[in-house]
């Protein structure tokens, strides 16, 4: 039930948001580029690089940086440091 509850949260806050070009309801997230540079080696990992916003009426899409605001990856997460 509590997950169910986030989710109806969630969902309520997108209709909230409208797109910044045509102004309809249901802007936010929809993909992720992966590429995240890793600090060691500078070689892109598989983790998040970027969020991709989008609007479900005029597919108008807006790539911002992460939330979180994190620009290297640790080289654990690196496949080429890894190996």
Sequence with gaps: MHVI???ATKLSDRL???CPCCNNPGWG???YE???ICGCCGLE???VKSEI?????CAYEENRK???GKKEA???NCQYCNS
């Design 29 to 31: 997230e929809v993909k």
């Design 45 to 47: 990992t598989e983790l």
């Design 34 to 36: 992966k590429g995240l």
């Design 53 to 57: 916003f989008g609007c479900v009426k």
């Design 66 to 68: 992460r939330a979180d």
């Design 74 to 76: 640790d080289p654990v």
């Design 16 to 18: 909230k948001t409208k």
């Design 5 to 7: 509850g986030e989710l």
